[in-house]
C-alpha cells in the first residue's frame, strides 16, 4: 500500500484547468445527471442494511452523499484540498472527510468498512497504481465486504459521438470492461462487471465492477 491512486496522470491543463474550482466541477457533474448515476449505483450495488460504513476513494466534493439512505456512516478521501473544503463546508451529519492519500488509512486508524467506493477513478490511473487501489480497498474492508468502480468504458458497439467524448476525457487509461476486470486478477475479490448505457446525459458508457472480498 505505499503507492497511492492520484488521478495525477490525467489531464488538468487548459480548459480542464476550470474543473479545479469546485464549484464549477459541481455544476458540470449536475448538468451531466452524475445524480441519476450515484443513485442507480446506490439501488443496485449497496447492501440494504442500516449502519453500513462506506469509503469514498476519490471522493470529490462530496456528491455521493445526497443520494446515501439514512443512518450510513460515510468517510470521503480526496487529495484535492479545495474539493475536501467544499465538501466540508455542506455539512453533511454523517460524513467525514480528508484531504489525504487513501493508503495512509489504515483499519487501526478508522476500522473496517462495509463498501468501498470509487466514482471515476480507475481511468485516470495506470494498471499499476489501479491494482494498488484494489489492494488497499482489500486491506480495508472485512471479509464479504464490497468495493464498486465505476468508469468510463471503450465498447465495441460506441457511436462517434461517444468515442469524440471519451478521446476528450481527462481520464488517460479507458479500459474495455475485460481490461477493468483483468485488474482484479491475483486479488482476494471474487469480481463482475456491467456495462451500463445511457447512466449520464452524454452518449458514454460505463463499466461497473462488483468485487466481494473473499
Known amino acids: ?41 446506490v439501488r443496485d450495488y449497496m447492501p440494504k442494511r442500516s449502519g453500513i460504513r462506506i469509503l469514498d476513494i476519490g471522493c470529490g466534493t462530496g456528491s455521493l452523499v445526497s443520494v446515501l439512505p439514512e ?44 463498501v468501498v ?28 465486504g464490497r468495493l464498486v468502480t465505476v468508469d468510463a468504458a471503450r465498447v465495441d458497439d460506441q457511436s462517434a459521438l461517444a468515442r469524440f467524448f471519451m478521446d476528450r476525457d481527462r481520464g488517460r487509461h479507458i479500459r474495455t470492461p475485460a481490461e477493468y476486470l483483468g485488474l482484479f486478477s491475483d486479488r482476494p475479490f471474487s469480481a463482475e462487471g456491467k456495462v451500463l448505457r445511457g447512466a449520464l446525459r452524454i452518449p458514454m458508457a460505463h463499466c461497473v465492477v462488483r468485487a466481494d472480498r473473499l
Open 1 to 41: 500500500m505505499d503507492k497511492t491512486p492520484s488521478r495525477d496522470d490525467e489531464e488538468n491543463t487548459g480548459f480542464w484547468s476550470i474543473l479545479s474550482h469546485p464549484a464549477v466541477f459541481d455544476s458540470i457533474q449536475r448538468l451531466m445527471g452524475n445524480r441519476s448515476l450515484f443513485e442507480t449505483i
Open 117 to 144: 467506493m470509487a466514482f471515476g477513478i480507475l481511468h485516470h490511473i495506470g494498471d499499476d497504481e489501479a491494482r494498488s487501489l484494489i489492494d488497499t480497498a482489500a486491506a480495508l474492508l472485512g471479509k464479504g
Open 71 to 114: 443512518g450510513v456512516d460515510h468517510v470521503g478521501f480526496d487529495i484535492s484540498p479545495r474539493y475536501i473544503a467544499y465538501a466540508a463546508a455542506r455539512r453533511h451529519p454523517r460524513s467525514r472527510f480528508f484531504v489525504e492519500r487513501v493508503s495512509e488509512i489504515s483499519p487501526e486508524r478508522l476500522g473496517r468498512f462495509d
